[in-house]
């Protein structure tokens, strides 16, 4: 399985991510986690791009490619979360698997409107320890911290100021590769306003009829 997750954020590309990785044993790899990763190992490279982080922008489309072309390499099935984000990155991907000499499954499109996912954003809480995505209403962390020690935080860029950022950088950027991908045949949309098990099966059905 090789699939891309579009969506905005919000829509739930991490959690759907994590639970396809779960079903399939596709790898998920996250651009996000990576930035996040990179920034918190306060290496150089971690304080060149935290400020666009940060800001909610994009980091330069360069140093993306070069940090998650090792991860592609390194396993035949994965989920992309994160990447492509525009069209540049849509072509380097492309270069990057005809290298290797593969292709693309599906290009699944999580769509749901804005004020849905502000709702959703300012309710997430990752845990420190395990990774793992909660909602302050939706999916609680658990509070006897045997599960998942935490502490649970909200990401920097899950300010509202940011996250208005985040959502127009997805609505000019990377919105347009349904198109890229559509002309292909290969886009599935999936509403992502459904609960979380009906999203992550119709993921599932629809990639399965592509595939
Ligand atoms: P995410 O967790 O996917 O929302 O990503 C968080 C932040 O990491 C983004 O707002 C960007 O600053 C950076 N980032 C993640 N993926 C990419 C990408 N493909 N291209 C550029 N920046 C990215």
Partial sequence: ???????????????????????????????????????????????????????????????????MRPYLDDADSWILDGFPRNESQAEALDEMLEEIDAELDAAVALEAPDEALIQRLS???????????????????????????????????DTEEALRRRLEVYHEHTEPLKHYYADRGILVTVDATQNIPEVTEEILDAVEEKA
């Fill in 123 to 157: 309710g997430r809480r990752t845990s420190e320890a395990t990774g793992r995505i909660y909602h302050l209403e939706h999916d609680p962390p658990p509070e006897s911290g045997e599960e998942d020690p935490g502490p649970f935080v909200q990401r920097k860029d």
């Fill in 1 to 67: 399985m090789r699939i891309v997750l579009l969506g905005p954020q919000g829509a739930g590309k991490g959690t759907q991510a994590q639970r396809i990785s779960e079903k399939s044993g596709a790898r998920h790899i996250s651009t996000g986690d990576l930035v996040r990763a990179e920034i918190k190992s306060d290496s150089e490279l971690g304080r060149q791009i935290k400020d666009y982080n940060d800001r909610g922008e994009l980091v330069p489309d360069e140093i993306i490619i070069e940090m």
